[in-house]
C-alpha cells in the first residue's frame, strides 16, 4: 500500500520554494491525493503564518501540521543581507533550523527532515582543494556570516541525526533560473542585458569579479533532489547523510557574461563596478556530486545555456511589462 506523504516546505514563497513548489505539484498529478504539500512561513501565502525564529510558533506548527517530511528552505539567503543583518541571519538561519529539528524530535519522530543547507559552508576548504570538486568530507571553513549560520545549522542536523532524526542534508552549490532575484551574479547580468535589448539601459553592463569559477546549476535540477529526497524511499545509510548538489565543472564567471552577451545579440562594453566586488574571493569553488548520484541517482540534467537564455528571456518579459 503506497505510503501517503504530507510535505511541510518552509520558506515556499522564495524563489528555490516556489521552483520547488512546482515540481511537487507536477508529482502530485503522478500520485493523487497520496500527496499533501503544505507551506509555513511570514508569507501571506502560507498555510500556516510562522516566525521560524520563534520556538513556541514552531513547535505548535509541527504539532499541528503532522508532516511525513519538512523540507527546510526557511533562510537570510543572500549572503549580502546575511552580512548586513547578522543577527537576523543567526535567528533565523540556525536558531530557526534547531527549533524545526527539535520540534520534529518531539512531535513528529518518523517523519524525514530535508535539511537545505550551502556549499557556501565550505569556504576556505576550497582554496585547500586547490581547484578540485570538493567532497562532503572536506572541514566546513565558512569565511562569510551566511557560510557561518549554514554550516553552523549543518553539524546539528548531523549531530541530531546520531540522536535519531530522520536527516537528509544537502549542500547545493550555486543555482540560479527564472525568478531569481539580482542579488545573485545571473540575473543581475540578465537584467542588465535586457533592459539594453528593450531601449530601457546603455548598452553598458556593470559587473564585478569576473575572474572567479564557480559550479552552476539549474534551479529545476535542485528542486528535483529535493523533491526525491522528500518522496522516494531510500536506504538507512541515506539518512544522516550529506550530499553536494553540483555540476563538478567549474565555470568563469566571464564566461557566463560572454554567453548571456551572446544570447542578447548586444554590442555592450563592461564597466567593473567597485561596489560589486567582494572582500576575499574563492578562486574556484566545485562540488564533487558523486555522492548524491550514488545514494539518490541524482545529476544535473539541464544545460547551462539553457537556464541562462531562460533567465535572459524572463528578464525580457519583466521589464516589458
Known sequence: MPREHRILVTGASGFVGSWLLHELNKRRLELGTELTVLTAG???VSDWKTEIADREQVATLIRDCRPTTIIHLAAIAAPGDARKMPQRAWDVNFQGTMNLAYAVMEYAPEARFV????????????????KVP?????????????????AAADILI??????????????????TGPGQTVDYVVPAFAKQLAEIVSGVGVPRISVGNLSAYRDFLD???VVRAYADAALNDVTSEVLGGVFNLSSGRPVQIR?????????????VDVEVDPKRLRGSEIAVAAGDNKAAFEALGWKPEIDLRRTLGDVFEDWKIRIAR
Not at 158 to 175: C, E, S, T, V, W
Open 134 to 150: 570538493i567532497k562532503e568530507t572536506a572541514a566546513l571553513k565558512p569565511m562569510n556570516v551566511y557560510g557561518a549560520t549554514k
Open 219 to 221: 534551479v529545476r535540477d
Open 158 to 175: 548531523g549531530q541530531l541525526a546520531y540522536d535519531g532524526l530522520k536527516a537528509i542534508r544537502f549542500r547545493p552549490f550555486n543555482h
Open 255 to 267: 564566461s557566463i557574461l560572454d554567453m548571456l552577451i551572446e544570447l542578447s545579440g548586444s554590442d
Open 115 to 130: 535539511f537545505v543547507g550551502s556549499s557556501e559552508a565550505y569556504g576556505a576548504s576550497f582554496v585547500d582543494a586547490a
Open 42 to 44: 511570514q508569507s501571506d
